[in-house]
């Protein structure tokens, strides 16, 4: 079954007789967190030797029978499986109809939304599926002031504001640099734009801008270095694209301001979320290659990729390589004319 947003944090404290939730989405570290939530709230701690077992992508086999075994020590058995996909759904399947007091942690990123485990979770009376997406816009900056309010600390709201053009495709790196900001800005202390400029702007897991910026300009080989990096740190395909969306925007309404008068360079300044300094010239360089007509085309390649990625079972990965390199390569034809 389906589990309302407003049950899932006490779902996450207590599962009660809940035999498997799969975790789904693009955000892999809120995945990775809700599980290591899960296992601990069930186990008592995410390491016991006893009551957790682990299962990689090679081992969907063994779920049903690791379902099944008692722990040494007593208590309720932990069975978490990374990096789950459909090829589990009989091992699940089977694992569900078994009598085994177990309980199933299926991390799985990137997920079909109409694939079959996904179809099996849901409609199991004993399991739930719980969506993990990247936060964005306004909830994005909740996150960010609350994380910050519990350090006592406040935040202007420009720095609010370029903070959730940086952050929130992964919940664990964004929380990692609110709390490395925090540190920085010290109890009762203050986050103002320069700060955090300073103190996230050389985030490693920035690579997908770094990606993004680099296709608009028309630059395919440092697209394509920063794309593979990206992924290597683990932004799913669709977080790629609804990312590449996102820059795609933003570029939109900077060409809106231009078309009111306004010059490249002072529409890049008044963009929203801020541009980061260091990437203030290649937005200007994408807003002299892409006009408002190719802007509104690319929109809307990256929206059905986003699409095809949920619905054709392709590979989602060379879907989302496709579409940003085909971004990039578009960009360089326009440089050339």
């Known amino acids: 079954m389906k589990l309302e947003a407003r049950r899932i944090e006490a779902f996450l404290r207590d599962p ?3 035999r498997a939730v799969l975790l789904h989405g693009d ?3 809120l995945i990775r967190d809700r599980a290591t939530r899960l296992v601990r709230a069930v186990a008592g701690a995410i390491d016991d030797p006893f009551r957790v077992v682990e299962l990689e992508r090679d081992s969907f086999s063994l779920i049903a029978d690791e379902m099944a075994s008692l722990s040494l020590t007593g208590g309720r058995r932990v069975v978490r499986v990374r990096d789950a996909t459909d090829a589990a759904t009989v091992a699940v399947q089977t694992a569900l109809g078994g009598r085994g007091q177990g309980f199933l942690v299926l991390e799985a990123p990137g997920l079909a939304a109409r694939g079959k485990l996904r179809t099996l ?7 739930v599926a719980i969506a993990c997406y990247p936060v964005a816009g306004r909830a994005l900056e909740q996150t960010i002031r609350s994380t910050l309010s519990e350090f006592k600390i406040a935040v202007d709201q420009d720095a609010l504001e370029w903070l959730s053009g940086q952050l929130g495709a992964d919940q664990a790196v964004t929380l990692s640099e609110v709390e490395k900001l925090a540190l920085y800005a010290g109890q009762n202390g203050r986050v103002d734009l320069p700060a955090a400029r300073m103190c996230v702007g050389d985030l490693a897991g920035l690579s997908l801008d770094d990606a993004l910026f680099a296709a608009t300009s028309g630059d395919v080989p440092a697209a394509d270095r920063a794309l593979e990096l990206a992924m290597a740190e683990g932004v799913a395909p669709v977080g790629v694209l609804r990312a590449a969306l996102g820059h795609l925007q933003r570029l939109q309404r900077a060409r809106a ?4 008068g306004m010059t490249a360079a002072e529409a890049a300044k008044a963009a929203r979320p801020p541009v980061f300094f260091r990437r203030e010239a290649a937005f200007v360089r994408a807003l002299s290659l ?3 007509a190719a802007l509104d085309q690319a929109c809307i390649r990256a929206w059905e990729a986003e699409r095809a990625c949920k619905r054709t079972g392709a590979p989602a990965e060379t ?3 496709n579409a940003v390199i085909g971004l990039a390569q578009r960009g360089a034809a326009a440089r050339r004319r």
């Open 290 to 292: 892409w006009s408002s």
């Open 121 to 127: 979770i849901e409609r199991a009376a004993d399991a």
């Open 319 to 321: 879907i989302c390589r």
């Open 257 to 260: 301001a231009m078309a009111g």
């Open 27 to 29: 955000d892999v570290g």
């Open 16 to 18: 009660g007789t809940a």
